[in-house]
């Protein structure tokens, strides 16, 4: 086995181009095997015996670039497990860093990649400055949750957990996430569950300025100064009122048709033709609203997986042939970990109409300044939110439930609750029988709250037919303080269409 993986290691170096050399020595009945893989900059040392106890990595760069102990965890994580080829694939990530580096310096990627890392780290000690250190609400409020070298090397986020594993994590798992960004095993195990941003370079057609070794980061604390060749943006958070942000941004202007002139002191060498991108994991199903929103945010095109990449602002035009959210999201619920498979119609409990939302699967998104990764995150959760929501239809849980979607409201599901009537000579006896519950529900914009309305609440008192009323009802009035407030915090803590039928069902009104 030891020796299998030594020679994986080498074959691997030698199809990255990366220099390797062995060293063998014996602790006590042990032979530990060193695998050294070398670029120019990043150099990366591999333990290999006949026991787990001796496996061993540690990445360390030919610069001043400190060491980090998360990357030699991630991948000595990905060795133990024996996931041979995850290892690969994360040793390819950082030869394509050290061989960009190599190409086009004095720009250098490595330094870039952990400038990013560190303008995520200032971005949620700010955010979580201002919600009075609590960790939890970065999901709610914030820009999600810096964890870089978590699933990949470099800068990644989470951005979205499920309401039932964010309401279950325990302090200790929440105070290790955002102090040392590092996720306990408890959180490890649950990863799988969660939505993550993990951030890479592409190349562009346009140039992206690269930082020189002297600015840290983009986003400034309040103290900070200016940098030369740069101009100071100051951003209001969409969330999180009163907190204004600085952020670092460089600009290029064309001097004439072919040469670009740099401004001030942002050397030329520096305008390189890479540009962040923002990668999705899993890649999310969105509604042409949340396809629009993202442009908007980042002045840009999100790319998506299928039918086509968007292509400029024209969103609409492209909708025409693209799949539906609701069977977008089906199918990821028959599919994903630890949900078995999809029940039938007969034993499903929400029957779904008519599917109604166009939909892409957005997979990545240009991130051409990260003051924009603010806007792009809470965009994000609400969509992420609402497939909760939807996924939660094609659970085998009781009541039976019917629910309708919107094409013109992409985040609203009305819902008609069949009330348990029994058998017939039970409902012979009774006076009146069981009335029948329609309600509304919605996911909110900026924050992704969910708020529930029912049919009295919103002035229906009897009606043939409770969903073709709801649907009467414009989401312009829908008003946050006529929502139910029991139901719509059963809605926010489960996500779950079967769970906020089931408690109407135990409390009727």
């Known amino acids: 086995q030891a020796t299998m993986v030594v020679e994986r290691l080498k074959s691997t170096a030698r199809r990255l181009g990366l220099a390797q050399y062995t060293d063998t020595r014996t602790e006590g009945s042990d032979t530990i095997t060193t695998v050294t893989l070398a670029g120019s900059i990043i150099v990366i040392d591999v333990d290999i015996g006949n026991s787990q106890a001796a496996l061993k990595v540690k990445v360390s760069y030919v610069s001043d670039i400190e060491h980090d102990d998360r990357i030699d965890a991630l991948m000595l994580d990905r060795l133990r497990a024996g996931d041979i080829r995850g290892f690969e694939e994360l040793v390819e990530e950082m030869a394509v860093l050290d061989r960009l580096t190599r190409e086009r310096s004095?720009?250098?990627?490595?330094?870039?990649?952990?400038?990013?890392?560190a303008t995520?780290?200032?971005?949620?000690?700010?955010?979580l400055a201002a919600l009075?250190?609590?960790?939890?609400?970065?999901?709610?409020?914030?820009?999600?949750?810096?964890?870089?070298?978590?699933?990949?090397?470099?800068?990644?986020?989470?951005?979205?957990?499920?309401?039932?594993?964010?309401?279950?994590?325990?302090?200790?798992?929440?105070?290790?996430?955002?102090?040392?960004?590092s996720m306990s095993e408890r959180a490890k195990s649950v990863s799988e569950l969660c939505h993550w941003l993990y951030y890479t370079w592409e190349p562009s057609s346009s140039p992206h300025y690269f930082l020189p070794s002297a600015v840290e980061k983009l986003c400034l604390p309040a103290d900070a100064m200016e940098v030369a060749g740069s101009q100071v943006i100051t951003v209001r958070h969409p969330a999180i009122h009163g907190l204004d942000m600085r952020f670092l941004e460089f600009?290029?202007?064309?001097?004439?048709?072919?040469?670009?002139?740099?401004?001030?002191?942002?050397?030329?060498?520096f305008w390189i033709p890479y540009t962040l991108v923002a990668r999705l994991e899993p890649p999310l199903p969105a509604c042409a609203l949340t396809v629009r929103a993202i442009m908007t945010a980042t002045s840009s095109d999100a790319t998506t997986q299928e039918p086509e990449q968007t292509a400029g602002h024209d969103s609409p035009r492209l909708l025409e042939n693209a799949p539906t959210l609701e069977n977008l999201v089906r199918g990821i619920a028959a599919n994903h970990p630890g949900s078995g498979?999809?029940?039938?119609?007969e034993e499903r409990a929400v029957e779904m109409e008519s599917p109604q939302i166009r939909a892409w699967t957005i997979c990545r998104i240009p991130v051409h300044s990260p003051r924009s990764i603010l806007a792009?995150?809470?965009?994000?959760?609400?969509?992420?939110?609402?497939?909760?929501?939807?996924?939660?239809?094609?659970?085998?849980?009781?009541p039976s439930v019917t629910a309708k979607t919107y094409a013109n409201d992409p985040f609203r599901i009305d819902l008609l609750v069949r009330a348990h009537r029994g058998d017939v000579d039970a409902m012979a006896e009774s006076a009146e029988s069981p009335a029948d519950q329609g309600l509304v529900v919605r996911v909110a914009e900026t924050l992704g709250d969910v708020h529930v309305w029912t049919h009295q609440a919103l002035g229906i008192t009897t009606a043939d037919d409770l969903l073709a009323t709801l649907a009467s009802i414009a989401t312009s009035t829908l008003s946050k303080s006529t929502a139910h407030p029991s139901l719509s915090k059963v809605a926010g803590i489960g996500n779950s269409i079967p769970i906020i039928a089931s408690w109407i069902s135990a409390h009727p009104q």
């Open 376 to 398: 792009i995150t809470a965009i994000l959760r609400r969509q992420a939110t609402f497939n909760s929501l939807l996924a939660s239809c094609f659970a085998t849980t009781q």
């Open 251 to 269: 600009t290029k202007q064309q001097a004439d048709g072919t040469d670009m002139q740099a401004e001030g002191d942002a050397s030329s060498e």
């Open 341 to 345: 498979q999809e029940a039938s119609p």
């Open 132 to 181: 009075d250190g609590d960790s939890r609400l970065l999901l709610r409020y914030g820009s999600g949750i810096a964890l870089p070298h978590a699933r990949h090397v470099g800068p990644s986020s989470l951005y979205f957990m499920p309401a039932t594993l964010r309401h279950g994590l325990a302090d200790d798992d929440w105070e290790k996430l955002v102090n040392t960004q």
């Open 106 to 117: 004095p720009a250098s990627f490595i330094h870039n990649t952990f400038a990013t890392i």
């Open 120 to 127: 995520l780290k200032e971005i949620q000690a700010q955010e």
